[in-house]
Structures are given as structure tokens and as C-alpha cells.
Nanobody, 115 residues
């Protein structure tokens, strides 16, 4: 059973940065797709970014140029670097991974951007 554990969320002011981490119980190199989603109050969960095993990324237009996904195979950890944060980035951020059509989700970490 794959487990994903997010960390790194918090309260920041507009324009500041945060880095989220997603620690996986298995080797991240075995996942077909990994990524991040987010859900704001009253909204549906939406894609932030996904990355394929081949390294192809797909960012939401709203975060392009500000957010960057990366991974550390040795640490079995995926990261989301978030720069120039805006109030509309406020949401619970979820780590996601898929292996052979089976999806896994973390428990989520809250990111709040407010002055």
C-alpha cells in the first residue's frame, strides 16, 4: 500500500514563497504519474501540476512561471516550490501518485496566503 505524506504548508503573505514536500512510502521512480492538486473552500479539487515518469510536466495556467515541481529519488520525496504566492492560491494541497491506473492521495496540507 502506497502512502503519501505532505508537509510544508502554512500561512504566508502575498508575494512570499513556500515549499511543499510529499514523502512516499515507495520509490517515486516507480510511479507513472505524480503531482499536486488543490482544493479551496467551496471549490472542486483542481490540478496544480502533474509530472510523468518521463519528466513531462503539465502546469495549471494559474501557476505557470510561479510553481515548480521536482523530486528526489534518493529521498522518495516530491516537492512543490511555490513562489510569488497570491491569496487565490489559498487551498488544501494534495499530493497525488498513480501506478497502473491506481491512484493514491495524501492527506493534504493547508496553504493560506493572506496579509
Amino acid at each position: 500500500q502506497v502512502q503519501l505524506v505532505e508537509s510544508g504548508g502554512g500561512l504566508v503573505q502575498p508575494g512570499e514563497s513556500l515549499r511543499l514536500s510529499c514523502a512516499a512510502s515507495g520509490s517515486i521512480s516507480t510511479f507513472g504519474v505524480m503531482g499536486w492538486y488543490r482544493q479551496a473552500p467551496g471549490n472542486q479539487r483542481e490540478l496544480v501540476v502533474v509530472i510523468s515518469r518521463g519528466g513531462i510536466t503539465n502546469y495549471a495556467d494559474s501557476v505557470k512561471g510561479r510553481f515548480t515541481i521536482s523530486g528526489d529519488n534518493a529521498e522518495n520525496t516530491m516537492y512543490l516550490q511555490m513562489n510569488s504566492l497570491k491569496p487565490e492560491d489559498t487551498a488544501v494541497y494534495y499530493c497525488y501518485a498513480a501506478i497502473k491506473d491506481v491512484s493514491y492521495w495524501g492527506q493534504g496540507t493547508q496553504v493560506t496566503v493572506s496579509s
